[in-house]
Every structure is written in structure tokens, then in C-alpha cells.
């Protein structure tokens, strides 16, 4: 049977990390995979986290069956940490969620729910947008269409643009949003440009969908939920794929969560009823230790002061290697504008090199990013910085 299968290639983003480890360049630089790292290059368990965990090894007294929602007080918990405590969308009792394995087992999971919803739907993604999008949702056989969102010559949004061509999705339709640190871009909407989507969602009766997977890399935790808590104030509907691997640094630990708003309470219990139904038909029920720590954390003061001061020290590392990229590159009287960089927000910028130059950036100097010339910006340290800039004005110059 196994003989129709064709080789496929390695994943454009996972695939770096293999090429990156087998690489014996003592220089070499992962700009790759969207992990944040240290100074030192590391990507060590948060503080909380360790702290939590320790708490959960002497207190977890079973591992039976969690269902397929996962643990009640972690979803009220990251409802929350989303809309923030006091959201008409949580008072008026339309919100529900589950755990799932990560962010991307909320966008299937999702994607299922809109399939079984309305099978005609198109989900509406920017251009650009993650690569796992498109295979996350186009598998579940939804149809997909791009808005434009970011232009690559002035490295900033297309607003006017990505508004028109949104004025003809209809009710029934989901647009695709990054709520905040957009990946791959990191050109975020303007509080001004949020508003005239929800204005636009509200008028022609599209649903939202939001991807949320960088909150508290961007601006700050509520800061960067500002978009999400607009829409779930203006519209009767929404629905929410968020991720713990980043600002937790839970990466492997798969924690992420589906939540959705409803027109009223019955419909959001009957949407969850069928959201728990997709997830039993497919990996029955969501791994619980993740889920566990983040509800240790935000359950505890002291766990989540500590935790959110470490976040704050991650944003605030990777804002200052933005500013430090862009000064480089002017030190080394690069003659193409890189100031974008420190204007655009959380993990990624788009570099604008040809696919041709980041292969010489990976052949000849080992900087490894996705040849759409992405980089992590968490890669950069005050060690490589200087290493990377002069490699990007030699790539430049040829
Ligand atoms: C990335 O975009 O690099 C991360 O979200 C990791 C991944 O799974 O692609």
C-alpha cells in the first residue's frame, strides 16, 4: 500500500531546525523557528512553569480522564487572560472553550466546527499568512481565499487594500486574523484599522477568527488582546484559536485552547457541544500537563506576577534586538532602510532579501531563516548581531 505515497519535503519552518543542528559552523545563527531564546541561545522553561510544576507533582493526585474540553478552571482561566476578566462576552455568559494540543490543535479543531457549520464556507486568510495555516484548514476541506495585508516594498500594511477586497466576504465567511505579532510579518493592526474591521464584520456579518498565538510579545498581554476584545464587544459571533507555547514557553507541551463566542448562551452551549464531538472523533481529549501548569499559574498571584515579569522581560529583549539589528545594519552603511524592523512587533520581520541571497545567508555564513527571508528576531543576540548584519549587507552586494 505504502508504495503510492510520494516522498514529500521537509517542512519549510521545521525543517530549518534540522538543517540548523546538523551544522558544524561555530558561528552559525538559527533566525528559523519562531522560539524565543536567550542570550545564550536557549529556550529554558520559564520560571512559573518549573515552579508550577513542582506544585503539580506533589498535589496531582490522578491521571484518569480529563474529557474532551480538558480542565474546567484552565479554560476559565485563559478565557480570562483573552478578554480579560470583566468582558460583556464572559458576563453574558456566550463564551466556551476547550483545551487542545496547541495552537494548531485549536485551528483544526476549528476548522472541523466550521466544515460541519456551513460546508461552503472560505476562510478568508492575509497574504501573507503562517504556512500551517493554510494546510490546517485546507485539510479539513474548507475553502480558502486570500486578502491582501502586507506590502513587501514598504514593509507596511495594505489596510485600504485588505478593506476592499474584505468588502465582498459575506455572512457565513470567517476572516482569519493574527491578534497580534503577526506571523510572518510582524505588522500589526492599529487600535483605528481594528475598529474599521469590526465595523466591516458587523455590516456585512462575516465571523472573525482569530489566531492568537503571541499574546504579550507584542505591546503587553491586554494590550495585544485589544483587536480580540473589540470583536467579541461588537459581534454576536467569533472564534478563537490561542497558543501557551510561546508566552508560556510550553511549546512541546501542546497547550492551546478553542474558544468561541455565541449569539446567546444556547447557541454557545450547542457549539461546544459539537466542538467536543469533533474532538472525540479525532484525538478524544486534550493532553492535560500544560493545561495543568497554566492553571497553577494564573491560580496563584506570586506564580503569576513572576510569570508575567519574565514575559515582560522576553518582549522587551527582542524590542531592544530589533533597535539593535537596525543600528548595525546603518553602522555598516547598509544602503537599504531597515528601520521597518524596529517598527514592526513580537517575533518576525520579513528582511525583503530574494530567496537566492538567504540561501547564500545559510551556504556561506550558516544564518538560517525561511527563505521568504523571515527571521525569528528572538535569534538574534549581542553576540551574532554584529556577525548577521555584516553577512546581510555581503548578501546585499552582490
Ligand atoms: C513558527 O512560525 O516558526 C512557529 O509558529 C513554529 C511553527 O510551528 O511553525
Redo the contacts with the bound molecule.
Keep these: 500500500m505504502f508504495e503510492t505515497l510520494e516522498a514529500q519535503a521537509a517542512d519549510a ?2 525543517g530549518l531546525s534540522i538543517a540548523y543542528r546538523a551544522d558544524t559552523n561555530p558561528a552559525k545563527v538559527d533566525l528559523g ?2 522560539v524565543y531564546k536567550t542570550e545564550s541561545g536557549a529556550t529554558p522553561v520559564m520560571r512559573a512553569v518549573k515552579a508550577a510544576e513542582k506544585i503539580r507533582l506533589d498535589t496531582e493526585i490522578s491521571k484518569s480522564y480529563i474529557g474532551p474540553a480538558g480542565s474546567p478552571a484552565a479554560n476559565t482561566a485563559l478565557q480570562q487572560l483573552l478578554f480579560g476578566a470583566d468582558h460583556p462576552a464572559l458576563q453574558a455568559n456566550r463564551v466556551r472553550s476547550v483545551q487542545t494540543p496547541g495552537g494548531c490543535g485549536a485551528l483544526r479543531v476549528a476548522a472541523e466546527l466550521i466544515a460541519r457549520a456551513n460546508p461552503d464556507a472560505t476562510v478568508w486568510v492575509s497574504n501573507p499568512t ?1 504556512v ?1 495555516h493554510i494546510p490546517l484548514l485546507g485539510s479539513a476541506g474548507l475553502n480558502i481565499a486570500e486578502y491582501p495585508y502586507y506590502d513587501y516594498d514598504s514593509h507596511s500594511l495594505q489596510f485600504d487594500a485588505m478593506l476592499t477586497t474584505l468588502e465582498q466576504v459575506k455572512a457565513g465567511d470567517l476572516v482569519l486574523l493574527h491578534g497580534c505579532c503577526h ?1 510572518p510579518c510582524g505588522a500589526d493592526l492599529s487600535r483605528q484599522q481594528w475598529q474599521a474591521l469590526a465595523a466591516l464584520a458587523k455590516k456585512n456579518g462575516f465571523t472573525p477568527f482569530i489566531d492568537m ?1 503571541y499574546q504579550g510579545f507584542g505591546e503587553g498581554l491586554n494590550e495585544d488582546a485589544y483587536g480580540l476584545r473589540l470583536l467579541a464587544t461588537e459581534l454576536p459571533e467569533l472564534i478563537i484559536a490561542s497558543s501557551c507555547s510561546k508566552n508560556f514557553g510550553l511549546y512541546r507541551e501542546r497547550t492551546g485552547m478553542l474558544a468561541i463566542v455565541g449569539a446567546s448562551t444556547k447557541q454557545a452551549d450547542a457549539t461546544l457541544s459539537n466542538i467536543a464531538n469533533v474532538v472525540r472523533g479525532n484525538y478524544s481529549m486534550p493532553p492535560a500537563h500544560g493545561s495543568a501548569i497554566v492553571e497553577t499559574i494564573l491560580g496563584d498571584n506570586l506564580l503569576s506576577n513572576d510569570w508575567q515579569s519574565e514575559l515582560a522581560e522576553m518582549r522587551e529583549r527582542i524590542r531592544s534586538l530589533r533597535g539593535l539589528l537596525v543600528k548595525k545594519l546603518v553602522e555598516k552603511d547598509c544602503q537599504q532602510d531597515f528601520s521597518f524592523i524596529a517598527r514592526e512587533c513580537g517575533m518576525f520581520s520579513f528582511l525583503g532579501l530574494s530567496k537566492a541571497q538567504v540561501g547564500q545567508l545559510i551556504a556561506d555564513y550558516s544564518i538560517y531563516m525561511v527563505d521568504s527571508s523571515r527571521i ?1 528576531v528572538a535569534g538574534l543576540s549581542h553576540s551574532n548581531v554584529d556577525y548577521v548584519a555584516t553577512a546581510i549587507v555581503a548578501v546585499l552586494d552582490v
Design positions: 519552518i521545521l523557528v519562531g503562517w500551517n506571523n498565538a525569528n
